[in-house]
């Protein structure tokens, strides 16, 4: 410890740290511009110049580390006159146009002239006129207003891995730029933006909309991924200007957002918003009061109660909504309508590789936390693309490796961000993550690696496990993966030694090759070498939506109560009947494929979906039109006329994340508040709030009056949510199991024991994907980009502009066989269906691959998806059978949407003439 | 297999269409490939690829980036850093003008004005016709024969502007008499 006295006050700070740092835990305000706390020291600007006693020069305080004994005066004459010299030279080029500039009111620049600078300039005022880059998207640049702090230079290299920026030129033109003075073409993450001191690099939809200091933030947690940034909205009236990451304690995301994040939040001013209740009259969707709405609900559900029972109703919750939302809509479910038939997305794969983890270590839920990352000294990751899935998670990847404290080991199918940085890189083929874990652990056994102690005192079913083994061995699954044998007896080795070992798999949509047999392999791994249930080692699932986590922590799903509480379980279920007052189902329901099956085959008779669109995001379009088009009653309650909307019979107007109140649970398990910041538009009313009411409508009084009155009487039915309070949760996000108020939440899982007592490693057999055949030559792999977040996101117009269309990707040899070249149309055939897309030829795709981004309406891609293979490993492999490409007035005549219009005019035409025949019926609702 | 990202790849994440012209880009890869170890060679690089060239074009920049692992906007950074890099195609002579001390109290100034009104360009420009490349620099270190300029690797010192006149003249006539043959 060196001993500094700054301004006359004395403090004891670790080597190494600079003067800055110094005197800000002393409080002594230094004014700096090129410092940034997550970047490394530049001194450039030289604002931050301090005088050191005993030498005779001014030295920047945010370079020069502390010596022992140390003397500094930072705020002496000639400190002063040094910073006013250093503004003064700014001024002299830099326009004074702050009444047009978007950063004025919270400009660094204007508020150290105003605080430091003198009221006259020596120099006089030069104009230069340099670049304003009026076309990138999203971003603009004025190089005008540049300072040359340096700031968008290093941040966009030494966080985002991207390097868009650099100096360029030198002297007096120097400017900061992309390669060749190009627009910029990044990932529009906008780290930059926020990083900018002074107006020079802005967001373009905020420009010339509001001044800064008529905005008021409100700190709420992202909507989109399963990261869940903190961030503020910036607003004014009615409208959301402006967003800003947050960093303090309370936040995981050090402040930096993604490109949804930052500029995603357009769509809720969208004018396509839906404003009022409908209800299905004559063949049209007419605008009713909510009561009626209510009123016909009611009506149709008892209809169906009274004539096929409650289990002959169902209803899929959603991984958006908070878990407010999801808690009622389960509650509504089981209490009201009185069945278990209630699932969500998380279904298909997210829940099934929970459901592994339960069954090897005792918890459904990621083992550690993102921040946990930062211990780990190995990361391996499985068919993740966690920069485009789960970009601020990727950005604490790729901190940790870029900084040498881990290696990664990527295995991935596709070339992806990460796995440029990896230092391993697996390009196993798609949907043999299974044979490439088993590989290893193979490798590990028979090499003798595996951790003994922990195996001895933590781990049973080791002995099967081995048994299972035979004939793994990589040599034999070189063919299978297409990975030398070599390759993956070092990883094993390297796994094996690493000491911390993070996994990280993505779930999901995002992953549809990676499920609960993946999961179930990684956890193998992480039992047999020891990497769970201590800090930097354990598996972290992930997810492309923000409440997948907290959707079936709050029992949205078939077999469970909150809090993965079995419905089987009489005493369980007593107490819940006790709590709620009435009588519950005691069998599982039906799951989300289980109700479209019912609906499709005439048992399941009506559906309430809320913020789901089964349409596009659920496997196997064709059957899920199927089951719309026959049930007796839909309810669809979204903030979009939805697809699915197109089939209902009612339709009732949600608000959405920024227009509520609640939480969200993220991905590694950390509940966090989400806040209301503006009004929902016109009768659109919040998703608990209609449940609540909804409920009222059927005879059921909740007693509920706020979004946290709900999160009251979740913390009191789920055990492990019972520490959580609306005051705590005020300042940060809290890891659950958090048991008791006192209870600092729980970061890492599996400490010391596991619930169960031993860790389970348990065979997993590997399947290979059933594709590849003649008649199938390609295999699908749909997924998602960076730019958007399922279909919400293309509802932003300023992401739209990044990414507007969906963009299927090709390898040249396959291009080269097909003669396709990039922008032309395909017309991809599968057992299922047909779908249309734009094809880019990239190395980025294997060969015989071919990827197609599922967030666009217009490229449904699960028209191809077939629902066998889903059911059976909860896997969606798809095989294409052609690609052809197709010429531009045929792609136009049988567009997808006009074929939905034309399916969704047919119903509505078999509906009136039912209505005719027999007079009102259920969906009449008379 | 190890995590190489090719030009074509980057291009393709980058976003970055392809060019009508294409330009032959094997002798940048060549001259990468020569090397035993890329650490610390960028300038070398660089210069070898003007050589090629003549100036170093977009892409050629952008497969030496791409191809030393360093960030795009990190060599157009060294490009425009130091003067002895052109970005452009650059014309058939390369006319630089001395803006030095001794040249402009002698003058320097009309002859300048004299090259730009005959060549139509300013400083750091390439006539249309790819004829002449024009510069401004400091002192070329012929101060006794003030006011100077060089064409290619000539000097013509003690200018006015009816021998620039002339000089330039000779130039062009020359010019079109090469370029007939
Ligand atoms: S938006 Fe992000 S990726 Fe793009 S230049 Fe800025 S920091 Fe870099
Ligand atoms: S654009 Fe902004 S952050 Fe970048 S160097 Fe200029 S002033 Fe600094
Ligand atoms: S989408 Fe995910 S990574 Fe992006 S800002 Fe939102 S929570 Fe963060
Ligand atoms: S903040 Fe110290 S030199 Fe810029
Ligand atoms: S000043 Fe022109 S040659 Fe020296």
């Known amino acids: 410890m060196f001993t500094i006295t700054i301004d006359g006050k004395k403090i004891q700070v670790p080597r190494g740290t600079t003067i800055l740092n110094a005197a800000r835990e002393l409080d002594i305000d230094i004014p700096t511009f090129c410092d940034h706390k997550y970047l490394l020291p530049f001194g450039s600007c030289r604002m931050c110049v301090v005088e050191v006693e005993g030498t005779d020069r001014l030295f920047a305080s945010c370079v020069v580390p502390v010596t022992d004994g140390m003397e500094v005066h930072s705020n002496t004459a000639r400190v002063k006159r040094a910073r006013e010299a250093v503004l003064e030279l700014l ?69 985002q891995a991207e390097g868009e920026f650099d100096f ?97 939040y357009e769509y809720v001013h969208h004018p396509d918003r839906i404003t009022e209740p409908m209800v299905r009259q004559d063949g049209e969707l007419v605008p009713v009061t909510w009561e009626e709405a209510y009123d016909h609900i009611a009506r149709g559900i008892e209809k169906i109660r009274s004539q096929a029972g409650p289990d002959a109703f169902g209803g899929i919750s959603s991984a958006r909504c908070t878990n407010e939302d999801n808690y009622l809509f389960q509650k509504f479910m089981r209490a009201v309508v009185g069945t278990n038939n209630v699932d969500s997305i998380a279904r298909f794969g997210h829940f099934p590789g929970m459901e592994a983890l339960r069954k090897a ?38 901190k940790q490796v870029r900084s040498g404290k881990a290696k990664l080991i990527a295995a991935n199918s596709r070339r992806v961000k990460v796995t440029r940085f990896a230092q391993t890189w697996m390009q196993h083929k798609p949907g043999t993550s299974v044979a490439l874990l088993n590989s290893i652990i193979a490798v590990i056994l028979e090499e003798g690696l595996e951790n003994k102690k922990f195996c001895q005192s933590r781990v049973t079913g080791l002995e099967e496990l081995r048994e299972s083994l035979k004939g793994a061995e990589p040599e034999r699954m070189e063919k299978v993966t297409g990975i030398k044998a070599e390759t993956i007896r070092e990883a094993a080795r390297a796994i094996a030694s690493a000491g911390k070992v993070t996994i990280l798999i993505t779930l999901g949509g995002a992953s549809p090759y990676t499920g609960e047999d993946t999961v179930a392999a990684a956890a193998n791994l992480a039992l047999v070498t020891g990497n769970v249930g201590k800090v930097g080692a354990g598996i972290i699932p992930l997810s492309e939506y923000n409440n997948i986590q907290g959707c079936m922590d709050m029992g949205a799903l078939a077999e469970f109560l909150p809090g993965y509480q079995p419905v089987t379980d009489d005493g369980i279920r007593n107490w819940f009947e006790g709590q709620w007052g009435v009588k519950l189902p005691s069998q599982p329901g039906l799951d989300a494929m289980g109700m479209i099956e019912a609906a499709a085959g005439g048992k399941l008779k009506g559906m309430y979906i809320m913020g789901e669109n ?7 379009q064709e059957r899920v039109i199927e089951a ?195 922008n032309d149309w395909v017309r991809l055939t599968s057992l299922k269906g047909i779908t249309e897309v734009k094809v880019k030829v990239t190395e980025r795709s294997m060969p015989g691959t071919v990827f197609v981004p599922t967030h666009f309406r217009e490229v449904p891609v699960n028209a191809l998806v077939g629902y066998d293979t889903v059911r059976e490993r909860g896997l969606t492999y798809v095989g294409i059978e052609r690609i052809e490409r197709v010429e531009a007035e045929r792609r136009a005549g049988e567009s997808q949407v006009t074929r939905l219009k034309k399916t969704v005019q047919e119903i509505q035409d078999k509906k009136r003439r039912a209505t005719e025949e027999t007079g009102p019926g259920v969906s009449g609702g008379k | 297999m190890s995590a190489d990202v090719t030009l074509e790849d980057v291009k393709q994440d980058a976003g ?76 058939r002579h390369i006319i630089r003008a001395c803006s030095g001390t001794a040249c402009h109290v002698r003058g320097g100034k009309t002859v300048i004005s004299k090259l730009e009104h005959m060549l139509g360009i300013g400083h750091g420009e390439t006539t249309e016709d790819m004829f002449a490349s024009f510069e401004k620099v400091a002192c070329l270190g012929a101060c006794g024969l003030a006011p100077v300029i060089m064409i290619d690797n000539d000097a013509h010192g003690t200018l006015d502007s009816v021998k620039t006149e002339r000089i330039m003249d000779n130039l062009r006539e020359m010019d079109t008499m090469k370029r007939a043959e």
Not at chain 1, 383 to 395: K, M, P, R
Not at chain 1, 614 to 620: G, N, Q, R, T
Not at chain 1, 714 to 733: D, Q
Not at chain 1, 786 to 794: E, P
Request: net charge negative; aromatic share 8%; with cysteine.
């Open chain 1, 168 to 264: 360029a030129s030198r002297g007096f033109p120097t400017v900061v730029e992309p390669s060749f003075a190009k627009p910029m073409n990044c990932e529009f993450c906008g780290q930059c933006v926020q990083a900018c001191p002074v107006g020079s690099l802005y967001s373009r939809i905020f420009k010339h909309t509001a001044p800064a200091w008529e905005l008021t933030p409100v700190r709420t947690t992202c909507p989109f991924c399963g990261v869940g940034c903190t961030l503020h909205l910036e607003v004014k009236g009615n409208h959301i200007y402006h967003v800003l990451g947050v960093d303090d304690e309370g936040s995981n995301n050090n402040g930096f957002l993604c490109c949804k994040g930052r500029f995603g």
């Open chain 2, 16 to 91: 970055i269409e392809e060019e009508e012209e294409q330009i032959d880009l094997a002798p940048v890869h060549r001259i990468i490939d020569s090397l035993k170890e890329t650490k610390g060679m960028l300038i070398p690089v660089l210069q070898d690829v003007q050589t090629v060239y003549g100036y170093v074009p977009e892409e050629a920049a952008n497969v030496v980036a791409d191809r030393m692992r360093l960030y795009r906007s990190q060599v157009y950074g060294v490009l425009t850093f130091y003067t002895q890099f052109h970005l452009t195609p650059r014309g």
């Open chain 1, 361 to 398: 270590f005792g918890v459904e839920a990621p083992t550690n936390s993102l921040n946990d990352l930062q211990h780990s000294n190995l990361i391996l990751a499985i068919d993740s693309n966690i920069t485009e899935d789960d970009h601020v998670a990727g950005l604490k990847v790729l």
């Open chain 1, 91 to 159: 001024l002299t080029y830099h326009p004074l146009e702050c009444p047009v500039c978007p950063q004025s009111g919270r400009c660094l620049l204007q508020d150290l002239v105003f605080e430091h600078g003198r009221d006259y300039g020596r120099f006089g005022h030069i104009e230069v006129e340099k670049r304003i880059d009026h076309l990138s998207p999203l971003i603009e640049m004025n190089q005008n207003r540049c300072i040359l702090c340096g700031r968008c230079v290093r941040i966009c290299d030494e966080v």
């Open chain 1, 614 to 620: 089964p349409l596009s995001s659920f496997p196997d």
């Open chain 1, 628 to 822: 719309m088009k026959k049930l007796d009653l839909l309810v669809v309650q979204d903030m979009f006329l939805t697809e699915t909307a197109l089939f209902a019979d009612v339709v009732l107007p949600s608000s959405c994340g920024p227009e509520k109140n609640g939480t969200f649970t993220n991905t590694d398990r950390r509940v966090q508040r989400v806040r209301k910041a503006i009004d929902s538009p016109g009768k659109t009313r919040d998703d608990w709030r209609i449940l609540t009411e909804m409920s009222e409508a059927m005879g059921y009084s909740n007693g509920i009056g706020s979004a946290m009155e709900v999160l009251g009487e979740i913390t009191r039915m789920i055990p492990f949510y019972a520490g959580i309070t609306p005051e705590r949760l005020e300042k940060s996000g809290i890891h659950w199991p958090c048991p008791r108020p006192d209870h600092p939440g729980t970061e890492v899982l599996h400490h010391d024991r596991f619930p169960s007592g031993l860790g389970r490693t348990r065979p997993v057999r590997f399947h290979e994907p059933k594709k590849a055949t003649a008649n199938y030559p390609y295999l699908l792999i749909p997924g998602t980009i960076l730019y958007h977040s399922g279909t919400t996101t293309t509802m932003a117009k300023g992401l739209n502009t990044v990414a507007s269309t969906a963009v299927a990707e090709i390898h040249p040899s396959d291009a080269q066989e097909l003669e396709l070249e990039t």
